[in-house]
């Protein structure tokens, strides 16, 4: 520990709140984001819960692909609720302020959420690697059961990671600096701002987060290779057009979500490369939860059918 922290920590004087720096501090520029957010977050809630009750309200979308889609959507819903009224609420207020116990609360359904949607986008490419690779065994393999747990898991998974990373965050001590650069409360802006020793806490963000993101993209890689494989393979030109109809949508929700992530998360910790993962991090947690229910419903038959018919059923 440096001198100077080791001082801060024996004259601690723990901070009750903290102050959110938000995404701008230039005063011009925050009645117009609130309006783009605020149309974001619209886009989000509407477009979401949009595909859940249309998944849920069609038989023929009672499949295990759009029960992974269910619950993508659930989180993309639920973690997008985590911090952006709070920050909406931000560019009208003087100071944005977040108590400790708000902080920390944000801090780990946020690490839920993100952890949860990154091993549901790799049970969703096992899907279809079965689903593309072992047709005639996917009824079998892929039965409610085993779908329900693979759901469990990632909430498991996603729960016990942000159980750890919260946990240790709330060991640390906070001195007068309570300033979090950053518009919400995410692991790596905290721990610039503590007054203790952070080494431990970022030895283990940095072991969850680079274990998550090495095990899901090698599945998810691993799945794609298969499949290219077995798309090679194929004689017919239908079989390949469905193939990759399937899988598209797929890729681009994950190259959307693993993208931004890496560009926000995979850099030391310091006061630059926070300010520069601030902007990045606004692409998964804004631009991803609200792609996703067009990117899912523009490119895909079965929900434009399921739509035609859900607005059939309530003209008539």
Not at 77 to 99: A, Q, R
Not at 127 to 155: E, H, N, W
Not at 253 to 261: I, N, R
Request: with cysteine.
């Amino acid at each position: 520990m440096s001198p100077m922290k080791q001082m801060a920590t024996e004259n601690d004087t723990s901070v009750s709140e903290f102050i959110l720096m938000g995404i701008t501090d230039q005063p011009e520029l925050q009645l117009p984001l609130f309006f783009l957010f605020l149309v974001n977050y619209t886009a989000i809630v509407v477009g979401n819960l949009s595909l859940m009750s249309l998944i849920f309200l069609n038989s023929q979308l009672h499949t295990p692909m759009y029960f992974f889609l269910f619950n993508l959507s659930f989180i993309d819903f639920c973690y997008s609720f985590v911090f952006t009224p709070k920050m909406l609420v931000s560019f009208v207020s003087k100071k944005n302020i977040i108590p400790y116990t708000g902080c920390m609360t944000q801090l780990f359904f946020f690490c839920f959420f993100v952890n949860s949607e990154s091993y549901v986008l790799t049970a969703m490419a096992y899907d279809r690697y079965v689903a593309i690779c072992k047709p005639l065994l996917y009824q079998t393999i892929m039965l409610p059961r085993i779908c329900c747990l693979l759901m469990f898991g990632s909430y498991l998974i996603g729960f016990s990671s942000a159980m750890v990373l919260t946990g240790l965050m709330i060991r640390l001590n906070f001195c007068k600096n309570n300033i979090i650069n950053h518009y919400m409360c995410d692991i790596f802006p905290v721990l610039l701002i503590s007054c203790s020793n952070t080494y431990i806490n970022e030895l283990v963000s940095t072991a969850v987060v680079g274990t998550g993101i090495v095990l899901c993209t090698l599945i998810i890689l691993v799945s794609y290779v298969l499949i290219l494989f077995n798309i090679i393979h194929m004689s017919s030109g239908k079989g390949w057009s469905k193939a990759l109809g399937t899988c598209g949508s797929h890729i681009i929700t994950v190259s959307l979500f693993y993208g931004s992530g890496l560009l926000a998360y995979v850099k030391p910790a310091s006061a630059e490369t926070v300010g520069q993962g601030k902007f990045f991090s606004v692409f998964y947690t804004f631009l991803v939860p609200m792609l996703n229910p067009l990117i899912y419903s523009l490119r895909n038959q079965d929900v434009k059918l399921a739509v035609k018919k859900t607005l059939k059923r309530i003209t008539s």
